[in-house]
């Protein structure tokens, strides 16, 4: 499995990275360990005087399942399967980045990337969630960015997902990434709660599919 890992590793150029500030380098088959460093620039910290810094890395062993699953479950009202999450890590493990502070899993972003049948390649953001401790500290964009400058660079079309109509953390953090609603889906969550489908167009495709909700 190791072997087939697509690895990227991001460069820090700027304490909080964002598309087109950071170099993507392309890694493929080597030996992963975590390789981009976010500073953590907190009130908290300024105060202190120490600099905490957060790394990344993705999905590269099959012991990081169990972290993935923890660290989703418990923002879901239902939880997945673990078949939901082995068919997006075994089959996009390089779109499936992790957030560490130290040797501690605080953040996960899963997603996938998939061809139309007129041959475009449309990306999709599955799951994101940071630990509650560690929010409002960049990690959810950066692992944001990171997904999105991978599948920009897989050549990504355009970018979808969906969150809760409720959700005003997730709708502004990707609001700020540049994404904008596309449509309201009702009762979409088993709670009952609609969704926003939300999309990023990446580059202009006449081939791009109309949605179909
Ligand atoms: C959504 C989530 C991933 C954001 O992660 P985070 O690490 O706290 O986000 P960041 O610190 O990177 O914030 C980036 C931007 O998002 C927005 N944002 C984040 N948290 C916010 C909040 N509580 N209220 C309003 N805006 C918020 C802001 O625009 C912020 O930019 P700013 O700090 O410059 O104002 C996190 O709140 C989470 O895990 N929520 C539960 C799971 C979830 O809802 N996942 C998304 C499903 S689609």
């Not at 500290?137 to 997902?161: F, N, P, Q, V, Y």
């Amino acid at each position: 499995m190791d072997e087939d890992v697509s690895e990227a590793v991001l460069v820090e150029k700027n304490l909080s990275p964002s598309i087109g500030e950071t170099d993507l380098v392309d890694k493929n088959h080597s030996a992963y360990q975590e390789e981009a460093v976010l500073e953590d620039k907190t009130k908290d910290n300024q105060k202190s005087g120490e600099e905490q810094q957060f790394t990344f890395c993705d999905f590269h062993d099959e012991s990081q399942l169990k972290v993935l699953q923890s660290l989703i479950d418990k923002e879901l009202s239902e939880p997945y399967s673990i078949y939901t999450y082995r068919y997006f890590v075994y089959n996009w493990p390089d779109l499936c980045f992790f957030a560490l502070d130290g040797d501690r899993y605080v953040g996960v972003i899963v997603c996938k990337m998939e061809e139309t049948m007129e041959g475009v390649q449309m990306g999709y953001i599955a799951m994101l969630a940071v630990e509650v401790e560690y929010r409002k500290r960049g990690i959810g964009k950066a692992l944001s960015e990171m997904a999105i400058e991978t599948m920009a660079m897989k050549d990504a079309a355009m970018i979808s997902l969906e969150t809760e109509l409720t959700n005003k953390p997730a709708l502004a953090l990707y609001q700020s990434l540049g994404f904008i609603r596309e449509r309201r889906l009702l009762r979409y969550y088993m709670n009952g709660v609609d969704a926003f489908r939300l999309k990023l167009v990446l580059h202009d495709s006449s081939m791009l599919p109309l949605s179909e909700d």
